[in-house]
Nanobody, 116 residues
Framework: QVQLVESGGGWVLPGGSLRLSCAAS????????MGWYRQAPGKQRELVAS???????NYADSVKGRFTISRDNAKNTVYLQMNSLKSEDTAVYYC??????????WGQGTQVTVSS
């Protein structure tokens, strides 16, 4: 089993920054790529960013140039640095771990609210 625990969400003014963290524990050797998804009210869950074990990254067009995903393999932690936040970034953000052997792993989610 793998457990993913997110932290770092909260409320921020437009233009502000937040850093999300996702700590993995358990059978972490099962995890391939890791990523962040988000889901806003009334919308489908969407991929925000992902990172492979080798460090290759991928971003949604809507966050390119503003968000940065990184990972610290020694700490089994993935980060999402979010800058220049907009109201449309408001959502619940979920950490995910790709499982080549079955369903992907998911965290419980952390709320990000961007509002004045």
């Amino acid at each position: 089993q793998v457990q993913l625990v997110e932290s770092g969400g909260g409320w921020v003014l437009p233009g502000g920054s937040l850093r999300l963290s996702c700590a993995a524990s358990g059978s972490i050797f099962r995890i391939a790529a890791m990523g962040w998804y988000r889901q806003a009210p009334g919308k489908q869950r969407e991929l925000v960013a992902s990172i492979t074990k080798a460090g290759s990254t991928n971003y949604a067009d809507s966050v390119k140039g503003r968000f940065t995903i990184s990972r610290d393999n020694a700490k089994n932690t993935v980060y999402l640095q979010m800058n220049s936040l907009k109201s449309e970034d408001t959502a619940v953000y979920y950490c995910t771990g790709e499982n080549p052997y079955g369903p992907n792993y998911w965290g419980q989610g952390t709320q990000v609210t961007v509002s004045s």
